[in-house]
């Protein structure tokens, strides 16, 4: 099982990107997705949530506005369009996936995003992919 993310690059401030997430040896049914982000020096931060169908999406106060999470079961990819992009939202940008069927103690899927669950509760991760941000 594998995570790949993808539509990295450098972007100046105002600017678009718009990062993928796809899988690899599993399909992404029957789980949550997190995107998170780690600028230089800083912790994993957690920006959006996307819960399994139906699960509704849930967004940082730093991004709210300006990111978009969505999933495509048919392509088994996630996405994060960002816009009215800063320079602080420069960082390695990570997607993961959190296993609906996990006891974890959350209500459901939109529970589990909106309670901003920790790092170590998704399963799998990407390798991670840069956004540079200039100003």
């Known amino acids: 099982a594998q995570l790949v993310e993808s539509g990295g690059g450098v972007v100046q401030a105002g600017g678009s990107l718009r990062l993928s997430c796809a899988a690899s040896?599993?399909?992404?049914?029957?789980?949550?997705i997190g995107w998170f982000r780690q600028a230089p020096g800083k912790d994993l931060e957690g920006v959006s949530c996307?819960?399994?169908?139906?699960?509704?999406?849930y967004y940082a106060d730093t991004v709210k506005g300006r990111l978009t999470i969505s999933r495509d079961t048919a392509k088994n990819s996630v996405y994060l369009q960002m816009s009215g992009l800063r320079p602080e939202d420069t960082g390695v940008y990570y997607c993961a996936a959190s296993s609906v069927w996990l006891p974890r103690g959350y209500i459901d899927s939109a529970d589990f995003c909106r309670q901003r669950p920790q790092p170590s509760e998704y399963d799998y991760w990407g390798q991670g992919i840069q956004v540079t941000v200039s100003s």
């Open positions: 996307i819960g399994d169908i139906d699960g509704g999406a």
């Open positions: 040896g599993f399909t992404f049914g029957g789980y949550n």
